[in-house]
T-cell receptor
Framework: GENVEQHPSTLSVQEGDSAVIKCTYS??????FPWYKQELGKRPQLIID?????GEKKDQRIAVTLNKTAKHFSLHITETQPEDSAVYFC???????????FGQGTRLTINP | NAGVTQTPKFQVLKTGQSMTLQCAQD?????MSWYRQDPGMGLRLIHY???????DQGEVPNGYNVSRSTTEDFPLRLLSAAPSQTSVYFC????????????FGPGTRLTVT
């Protein structure tokens, strides 16, 4: 079955700098890669996703890149702000799959 | 729409007790699932359902039972609670099995002593 590895487990950056979180997956059939953000004490919420027919997708300050050959994808946050502090989860799946497999999570802290 | 709701928000159980975590959604989603969240372990799938009357096991199903008698409800039962089941439990629903956005409930924080 699918296995998703996420790094780093914790990340601390200065406000205004960029943050990058990386994930690798094992099942070459996977073609859907979402990212979820979980603020302290809250539920995870989808922030962006990418499907295998594109290599990069942007939404304002966040972007996701996908390298299907290497089986890895990354989340990029530019011009970080205090409200970006949260735990971020990557995940992988495919159309016929019964489940979405999550990475272990990255705790991002933005320092003022 | 209320989205996905869960009850209770907090629960303390003694070892060996049983209980049911409730989950309901009003989005007419066919797919529902239960995850547990532990520090450093991410979100691990316990059980899932692709429609009323159909359930299957996820990564960590031992000690838990589920049933799906209606599209809206997907309760999770702990048969005999153990300290290892101390965790935060999230229910999620989706319009699609593989590639659909998961809508999570607010979570239930369970402590087993």
């Amino acid at each position: 079955g699918e296995n998703v590895e996420q790094h780093p487990s914790t990340l601390s950056v200065q406000e205004g700098d960029s943050a990058v979180i990386k994930c690798t997956y094992s099942d070459s059939a996977s073609n859907y890669f979402p990212w979820y953000k979980q603020e302290l004490g809250k539920r995870p919420q989808l922030i962006i996703d990418i499907r295998s027919n594109v290599g990069e997708k942007k939404d304002q300050r966040i972007a996701v890149t996908l390298n299907k050959t290497a089986k890895h994808f990354s989340l990029h946050i530019t011009e970080t702000q205090p409200e970006d502090s949260a735990v971020y989860f990557c995940a992988a799946s495919w159309e016929g799959a019964q489940k979405l497999v999550f990475g272990q999570g990255t705790r991002l802290t933005i320092n003022p | 729409n209320a989205g996905v709701t869960q009850t209770p928000k907090f629960q303390v159980l003694k070892t060996g007790q049983s209980m049911t975590l409730q989950c309901a959604q009003d989005m007419n989603h066919e797919y529902m699932s239960w995850y547990r969240q532990d520090p450093g372990m991410g979100l691990r799938l316990i059980h899932y359902s692709v429609g009323a009357g159909i359930t299957d096991q996820g990564e960590v199903p031992n000690g838990y039972n589920v049933s799906r008698s209606t599209t809206e409800d997907f309760p999770l039962r702990l048969l005999s609670a153990a300290p290892s089941q101390t965790s935060v439990y999230f229910c999620a629903s989706s319009y699609s099995r593989g590639r659909g956005q998961r809508y999570f409930g607010p979570g239930t924080r369970l402590t087993v002593t």
